[in-house]
């Protein structure tokens, strides 16, 4: 493994310009990291990526890179390009064991996370680096939020969210779980208790529905329900999953590893307008996984799927969608998983006053991820809807900013 890693890493050019910098959401280091790793300064390298993204060990497994910085590498025009995500993982992974940092803690700057995905991971880390009093509340038992209950174990160990969540209390970041902000403990007693600001990074929780019949059966389920604990549905031999995103990949993938013999995937369009990332739609058909395209269910029974095949027309300058005027044909399955889009649930606006949310629940913020009420930030999917865990890191940082500010601005004037 590691002469793997020496000889890959040894592959680098070190650009002078480097477009895999430039083209990672939050300019991942790539060619410097390299550069320490093969001068024997492994524990440097591990801290600048650290510093850069303190979910870079993450990152190194769950990013789609291909998208990104791989994507961009100036060797992949001629031949491969550097596989820089078991690069950046031996050298996170590493680290990881040997960051110690204890921050004195300012406890007149306390910091209120909702939410212990991606963002709300990433903003107690840089915050906390700076001395703010941070307690993390989850509604769940674990932290993690999405990388934890939303990723199989087989593409993000979990072991690694317990690590960071020791490094986090070793900060001295409290953590409160089971602990849902809402219906109980409201934004108003965070306020009341102290707390200089108010972070919410909640997710997108609540699965969107295809409102066609038969969605209520008991052999119906929703992707992010799945998900959070596969173990505890029985989905007989053959399954079929609706939609082509990442979540519709990852729930095939899970299926058949948990016995499942024939799965396979219906979508309305083809395989080049599926949304997954081409590695989790290579990795599926690796898997055993099958496509059906072109295929728009409209009902559900108790023994599978009815359906019409679609097809692609120019209307104008425009394609769309239409359905063929065939009679309606049935595919035969023992369960079916809906994986179309997920939503954010209203357990803290419907129970606040002054956060303003768009037409799809989403909370309304601006680029530095303040909301419509003073002293309360957002970020992740609950404010852009599900994307990348790189991206969801992007836009904490500038949260942190934000807020450390915010909270300075208010020190001043106490002053």
């Known amino acids: ?31 410097e990291a390299i550069h320490m790793l093969l001068n024997g300064e492994i524990e440097e390298a591990g801290e600048r990526l650290f510093l850069n993204n303190p979910l870079s060990i993450v990152c190194s497994l769950v990013c789609p890179h291909e998208k990104f910085c791989e994507g961009n590498c100036i060797l992949g025009r001629k031949s491969s390009p550097i596989h820089w995500s078991t690069i950046e993982h031996y050298i996170s992974d590493y680290y990881l064991n040997r960051y110690h940092e204890k921050p004195t803690i300012d406890r007149s700057k306390k910091i209120a996370i909702i939410g212990s995905g991606p963002a709300g991971i990433t903003l107690a880390f ?58 109980v403990i409201t934004v108003e007693d965070l306020f009341r208790d102290g707390y ?28 992010i329900d799945y998900l959070k604990n596969p ?67 409209i009902e559900i029974t108790d ?33 079916v998983i809906i994986a179309v889009s997920q939503g954010p649930k209203s357990n803290i606006v419907a129970h606040s006053k002054g ?23 957002a970020s992740g999917d609950v404010v852009t809807g599900a994307k990348t865990v790189v991206e969801a890191v992007m836009l904490s940082k500038k949260v942190a900013d934000a807020i450390d500010a915010y909270v300075m601005g208010l020190k001043s004037e106490e002053a």
């Not at 001395?131 to 993390?136: K, L």
């Not at 768009?358 to 309304?364: F, H, I, P």
Request: charged share 30%; hydrophobic share 40%; with cysteine.
């Open 303 to 335: 023994d599978g799927i009815r359906y019409k095949h679609t097809k692609k027309v120019m209307d104008g300058d425009a394609e769309k969608l239409v359905e063929i005027d065939e009679p309606v044909e049935f595919s035969e399955v023992d369960s």
């Open 355 to 377: 956060i303003e949310i768009g037409k799809t629940g989403l909370v309304s913020t601006d680029a530095c991820g303040r909301t419509t009420r003073e002293g309360v930030f």
């Open 196 to 223: 200089k600001a108010v972070f919410i990074g909640t997710g997108v929780w609540k699965p969107n529905p295809m409102r066609v019949k038969g969605e209520s059966l008991g052999h119906v389920h929703f992707a």
């Open 231 to 297: 173990g505890s549905f029985d989905l007989g031999k053959k399954v079929c999953v609706i939609g082509a995103g990442n979540v519709a990949m990852d729930v095939a993938r899970t299926a058949i590893r948990r016995g499942a013999k024939e799965v396979s995937i219906m979508y309305r369009r083809d395989e080049e307008d599926m949304p997954a990332s081409l590695h989790e739609i290579k990795y599926a058909k690796l898997d055993g996984v099958k496509f059906e395209f072109f295929k728009a269910p």
């Open 126 to 183: 840089v915050l906390a680096t700076r001395g703010y009093d941070i307690t993390i509340f989850e509604a769940k038992d674990k932290i993690g939020g999405v990388l934890r209950f939303g990723i199989p174990a087989f593409r993000l160990p979990k072991d690694i969210l317990d690590r960071l969540k020791d490094q986090l209390v070793n900060m001295g970041v409290k953590i409160r779980p089971n602990t849902l902000v809402g219906p």
């Open 1 to 31: 493994m590691a002469q793997h890693i020496i000889e890959e890493a040894k592959r680098c050019l070190q650009c002078k310009n480097p477009k895999c910098k430039q083209a990672c959401p939050v300019g991942t280091p790539v060619n």
